[in-house]
Nanobody, 116 residues
């Protein structure tokens, strides 16, 4: 079955950086668009970044554009989110998601906390 496992979150000071990873299994990873979402306390899931199956095209939420980079390594079935110049408002649980045959599959999430 589809499995997504996020890692790399943690506590970081404002202005710091983190690299999140999402290891995928159970499906042909290189065929699918991958997406990062985040959920801040008391809010719904918000799109952070999207990457096409080849990695040739990416898109970002305005709130992270210019500070974040989504990438993927298809041979490792892993998608990454490099986040720089982190702000307190980036504090959230970060999830990766894949849509396969009309069904969304989500990881368990990784907590990112930006605080001094």
């Amino acid at each position: 079955q589809v499995q997504l496992v996020e890692s790399g979150g943690g506590l970081v000071q404002p202005g710091g950086s983190l690299r999140l990873s999402c290891a995928a299994s159970g499906f042909p990873f290189s065929r699918y668009v991958m997406t990062w979402y985040r959920q801040a306390p008391g809010q719904g899931h918000g799109l952070v970044a999207v990457i096409t199956n080849t990695g040739g095209s990416t898109n970002y939420a305005n709130s992270v554009k210019g500070r974040s980079t989504i990438s993927r390594h298809n041979a490792k079935s892993t998608v990454y989110l490099q986040m720089n110049s982190l702000k307190p408002e980036d504090t959230a649980v970060y999830y990766c998601k894949v849509l396969i045959s009309g069904r969304d599959s989500w990881g368990q999430g990784t907590q990112v906390t930006v605080s001094s």
